[in-house]
């Protein structure tokens, strides 16, 4: 519905924003209602909650907004933003308002509640409980380029998967039980093997690529991800920053006798970096309409509209599919659509679960976090005069 589970958090990222401003305007107007009539015996306990809610928030939103807090820290704090949400719900439900629990509104915003509450309680849930994982063992471990492969095979029925998507996968050992996002980076076989190429881009990843055993037992997801190769008859330019080269192995993977040219632009620092080029080579060699072009920034050789043009003179009319930062993506994209590539023929997959925010988006939230707890312009009484 909303494009892949990618796609899923930032939306939520955009919608805790959202939530976070309303939140702060709802503390800063502090509204003169009229007719406050409906109120109950908790009402001065409701006001102290909400206060609790609302500076356990700011410390939250803090917290998430700092990016160089390890994630796993990140990810422990951020669970307490449900009982947050509990705190909002109960301050919501038996505070001083203008309309009754039993009206619609109120009968409303107490569902919303009701169902926010839940679902909090189901995200405690420890996943192996309610989410399905399924068993693998490791079959093979390789180096390639600045990455390892990692081929899993099923302990009984695998899982099923279109090529390009990922799964999130943990690691049988406690090091590394905590699962991560990774592509699935061959397209799917008769035996249900799956294939992962990881790279060492943090704390977790490079521990398991020093200490992953052949035999180790996984545990991996259901596939996720709308990120698929679509035949179209036209052209495509596949574009690999780095790691982000793994959905287009999958994709290379599956790809069928009589499909459009395809050009693949690894961007590297050198191409010894690159994973499993020998593979994309060898299907180069065996493909005429295959065609892989390492871009090595070491060399000077960075992947610009021209140099695209120069392999593929129909740009405009190609399908563009990238993987890889955002800083990149960005620029790229702009370039392509200032020289005539149509919106839609640009697809992409987030590589990034977890972003911060421009500053432009941070200063208000920082302003308000500074006003909150070092200086106070309004009157100590204020709330109760609302
Ligand atoms: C859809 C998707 C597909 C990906 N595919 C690949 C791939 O094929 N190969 C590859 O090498 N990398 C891939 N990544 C990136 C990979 O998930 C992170 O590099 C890895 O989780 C970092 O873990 P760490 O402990 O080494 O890093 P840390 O140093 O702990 O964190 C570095 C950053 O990695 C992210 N991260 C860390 N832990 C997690 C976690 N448990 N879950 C989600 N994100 C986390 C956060 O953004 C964090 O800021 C993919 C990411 C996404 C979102």
């Keep these: 519905m909303y494009g892949g589970l990618d796609r899923v958090y930032v939306l939520h990222k955009w919608l805790g924003i959202i939530a976070v401003a309303a939140v702060l305007l709802h503390e800063a107007i502090d509204p003169e209602i009229n007719g406050l009539e409906f109120g109950s015996r908790f009402d001065d306990l409701a006001e102290d909650v909400g206060e ?10 803090a917290i998430t907004l700092t990016t160089i807090i390890p994630y796993h820290w990140w990810r422990a704090s951020h669970k307490f933003m449900g009982a947050i949400f509990a705190l909002a719900a109960f301050h919501a439900y038996f505070i001083e308002k203008s309309f009754s629990n039993s009206s619609p509104l109120g009968v409303y915003i107490l569902t919303l509640s009701a169902f926010g509450v839940i679902a909090y309680f189901y995200t405690l849930v420890p996943a192996r409980w309610m989410r399905r994982m399924t068993s693998y063992s490791v079959a093979e471990i390789e180096r ?3 990455a390892i492969s990692v081929t899993l095979t099923p302990e009984e029925k695998g899982i099923q998967h279109h090529a390009g998507q990922f799964a999130f ?3 049988d050992d406690p090091a590394h039980r905590e699962v991560h996002p990774f592509t699935i980076s061959k397209a799917p076989d008769s035996a249900g093997r799956l294939r992962f190429t990881i790279k060492s881009l943090g704390d977790g990843t490079k521990a398991l690529s020093d200490n992953l055993k052949v035999g180790q037992k996984t545990q991996v997801s259901q596939a996720f ?6 035949e179209t008859g036209q052209s495509q330019v596949w574009i690999a920053g780095g790691i982000g080269v793994t959905p287009f192995l999958a994709w290379a993977d599956q790809l069928k ?3 459009a040219p395809v050009h693949l632009f690894v961007c ?12 994309l080579r060898a299907r180069a060699a065996s493909d005429p309409d295959f065609h892989v072009h390492p871009c090595e920034s070491l060399a000077g050789r960075r992947l610009t509209v021209g140099l695209m043009r120069e392999h593929v003179p129909d740009l405009k009319h190609a399908v ?8 990149m993506r960005n620029s790229l994209r702009n370039d392509l659509f200032a020289a005539g590539l149509k919106r839609t023929h640009f697809r992409y997959e987030e590589f990034k679960l977890r972003s911060g925010l421009p500053l432009a988006f941070a200063w208000p939230f920082a302003s308000a976090l500074f006003r909150r707890f070092g200086y106070k312009s309004r009157p100590a009484n204020c709330n109760q005069a609302s």
């Design 225 to 230: 991800g709308h990120f698929r190769y679509r």
């Design 52 to 61: 609790l809610g609302y500076n356990g928030l700011l410390a939250l939103v």
């Design 169 to 171: 996968v943990g690691f």
């Design 257 to 259: 006798a009589d499909h």
């Design 144 to 146: 390639t380029g600045k």
């Design 268 to 279: 590297c620092k050198t191409r010894d970096d690159v994973a499993h080029l020998d593979e």
């Design 320 to 327: 563009v599919s990238f993987c890889g930062g955002e800083a």
